[in-house]
């Protein structure tokens, strides 16, 4: 089992950045690929980025590229997303996930998630 819990959330107005964090507890952390997700209201959860067990292999969203960053640190398990050049688009509630590499994420842990809602 893993228990995922968000954080770093909150108002920032747009062109500002914002740096989320997920600490994982319960499991393995090094065994999982993290990723995170978001959903904005009224819209399907949408993949943000992700980041292998070793952290040598990152992913990112059409959306986000160039102006996310995922990072994790296993000796604190605990995984970042450094959000800069935030939009008003990227508000949401923002995820944490963890799972199996060979999963995609269709079995994942999540967290309860964190707002980010940027202004314009």
């Known amino acids: 089992q893993v228990q995922l819990v968000e954080s770093g959330g909150g108002l920032v107005q747009a062109g500002g950045s914002l740096r989320l964090s997920c600490a994982a507890s319960?499991?393995?952390?090094?065994?999982?690929?993290m990723g995170w997700f978001r959903q904005a209201p009224g819209k399907e959860r949408e993949f943000v980025a992700a980041?292998?067990?070793?952290?040598?292999?990152?992913y990112y969203g059409d959306s986000v590229k160039g102006r996310f960053t995922i990072s994790r640190d296993n000796a604190k398990n605990t995984v970042y997303l450094q959000m800069n050049s935030l939009k008003p688009e990227d508000t949401a509630v923002y995820f944490c996930?963890?799972?199996?590499?060979?999963?995609?994420?269709?079995?994942?842990?999540w967290g309860q998630g964190t707002q980010v809602t940027v202004s314009s």
């Open positions: 996930a963890a799972d199996l590499p060979r999963n995609g994420f269709k079995r994942a842990y």
């Open positions: 319960g499991r393995t952390f090094n065994n999982y690929a």
């Open positions: 980041i292998s067990w070793s952290g040598d292999s990152t």
